[in-house]
């Protein structure tokens, strides 16, 4: 068994991506970005999450909720279940703080996050996706295994992060990945300052955009999921977040059958790579790639400005 | 030879069993499994030989004085920082600011080097021998850079006496800094380095061009206002 020593400071989120490029669907992907982020966990101990893609894909769109932060659910989970019983909801189920279902794929997205939001004030939708899984919560990475069993999700890919909060509250929904809204099967991981939050927030809620935190890093997902509905690939978007994104910082962005990333203007917080013919590993630190992938291969820090994008 | 595996200690017991080895008296140290930790082979005075099987995290081999380190795959940031004298030989890449603020000693990267390389080094060799990333060379006060590759942008910001060498393209470069022709010693000087890290380099001193700091910012002269307000 491999052990991991979190014995540095607290320091920064860790942030990690991990893309099978070979494997089929039954990859162990949730196992290797626990991994990576378990050994990433004393970077930030606040809070833990990861974004998996690897359901198969049936045409119909898997719904995470949010219940709460905590307490008892039961009451919650009724409301939710008689609310959305006409909707065609299948695969109804319950796990903590979370209720997961699946909707039919012609479901109006917007619309059914509303109807949820609407039903409870701790209700929100975390996560809509063909194959997009999000779960996170509070706490360090063992937490998020032993109460979600992380592990043993399989997949294609995903993202995961750890968080130390420095701005914004901790709970739930301050907590990464973040999803964006109303644009399935988009997730992202951060690390860093943008440092125009607050007028990039000015200017998307003059047209109406929600923001469901005080997290700078749920600006990134937004943005996101505009360039990319304005008909901008992956690789395209990223490059335009460099100029319009102010601040230090590096994402890893994840979509059905992407995994990118972008590093700051300045390279100012760390991002290390390594891509084989079997995998595309990314993190922090390098720690999260060797403690969670054996085998020999070289890792390198990405460049400033740098953009990367693979597909599966 | 002594052999520490790093697997099951802590890196502050690491380091401990490195001093403890070296006070034994033996000068040729192996450390097995570092899988990428931080703060290795920190402050080691000795002149003694230090070979990672594997990957270092952060500040490795910083404050040093003496001791030849070998590390066979990558290195995080930080790699040699404020190094006295001595070696440290990466066999991989190395994270942003490897070398920084050195004084002495050679610092070798056989693959790639991130962002700000060597920043305010004030002595010493840095020897890359693929490229490296933005702001390489900023505020460099004395020593020598020497990059086989391409070179980032704002390369050599801003320096004072530190002499940089480039075999490859310069994406930008920084405040101040000019572009010369290498002279004869600046070539003989280039061969014997490359032969002596990098003896299977396809590069030659006379392949490289040499960037210097054009010293328009060593005083200030309120005459020459628009000088700083580019540079500011």
Known sequence: ????????????????????????????????????????????????????FGSPDDGRYIVRVKLGDSGEFDNKVRLL?????????????????????????????????????????????????????????????????NTYHVSRLKGTHGVGHTRLSTESRVDLSHSQPFWSHGYPDLAIVHNGHITNYHQ????????????????????????????????????????????????SYSCLVATERQLGFVKDTFALKPLVMTETDDFVAVATEEIAIRSAIPGTYSVREAQVREVRVWQR | MAEINCEGRSTREINSEIRRVIAAGDADIVLKNPLARHNLGVAILDPVRIRIEGSVGYYCAGLIDGPRFEIMESAGWGLAESMMGGEVVVHGSAGNGAAAAIRGGTVVIHGDAAARLGVSMKGGTVLVAGSCGYMAGFMGQKGTMIVCGDAGDAFADSMYETVCFVGGNVAGLGT????????????????????????GSQKRGNDFKKIVAGRKLWNFDKREWKVWQEAL
């Open chain 2, 176 to 199: 101040d800094a000019v572009v010369e022709s290498p002279g004869k010693d600046d070539i003989a000087f280039l061969d014997s380095t490359l032969a002596q890290y990098l003896p």
């Open chain 1, 200 to 247: 990039l927030r000015r200017r998307y809620e003059q047209r109406a955009v929600h923001f469901y935190t005080e997290n700078d890093s749920e600006v990134v997902a937004i943005y996101l999921a505009e360039q990319l509905k304005t008909g901008a690939g992956l690789e395209e978007a990223l490059q335009r977040m460099l100029r319009d994104l102010d601040g």
């Open chain 1, 1 to 52: 068994m491999l052990v991991v020593y979190c014995e540095y400071p607290k320091t920064m989120c860790g942030i990690v991506g991990f893309l099978a490029k070979r494997s089929d669907q039954q990859a162990a992907v949730g196992c290797t970005i626990l991994g990576m982020l378990k050994a990433l966990g004393c970077r930030g101990p606040d809070s833990a999450g990861v974004a998996l």
């Open chain 1, 81 to 145: 279940a008689g609310a959305v019983d006409a909707t065609g909801v299948q695969d109804f189920s319950t796990t903590a703080s979370y209720v997961r279902f699946t909707v039919a794929g012609a479901t109006d997205l917007q619309r059914l996050t509303r109807s949820i939001e609407s039903l409870d004030r701790d209700f929100e939708v975390v996560s809509i996706g063909h194959k997009l899984e999000i779960v996170k919560q509070t706490g360090s990475p063992e937490n998020l295994e």
